[in-house]
């Protein structure tokens, strides 16, 4: 079992950074991958960046060369920077015990908001 708690969000204009925390808790001897994912109103959670044990990061298009992903044994970052307006959404982290790029990964943190204002 893994829990995992998300810190960082907030309100930012555009053209500023964020940086995203999250820290995983339980069986982290466990865990393969590690990602971000989004959720925007009345959209379809979405992957942000993933990483895989053994991989390099895997990105979202739409975040590629602006946001970067790393981690620290038990904790995971998100580095945004040149926030855009579309990048406003709920960010969760998420974990897994398979090497694995999913959509539905087992475990989910409560996720924080991330509002970028024009």
């Known amino acids: 079992q893994v829990q995992l708690v998300e810190s960082g969000g907030g309100l930012v204009q555009a053209g500023g950074s964020l940086r995203l925390s999250c820290t995983a808790s339980?069986?982290?001897?466990?865990?393969?991958?590690m990602g971000w994912y989004r959720q925007a109103p009345g959209e379809q959670r979405e992957m942000v960046a993933v990483?895989?044990?053994?991989?390099s990061p895997l990105y979202a298009g739409s975040v590629k060369g602006r946001f970067t992903v790393s981690r620290v044994n038990a904790n995971l970052y998100l580095q945004m920077n040149s926030l855009k307006p579309e990048d406003t959404a709920v960010y969760y982290c998420?974990?897994?015990?398979?090497?694995?790029?999913?959509?539905?990964?087992?475990?989910w943190g409560q996720g924080t908001q991330v509002v970028v204002s024009s």
């Open positions: 998420a974990a897994d015990d398979r090497r694995i790029l999913t959509s539905t990964p087992k475990s």
């Open positions: 339980g069986t982290i001897s466990s865990i393969n991958t």
């Open positions: 990483i895989i044990n053994g991989g």
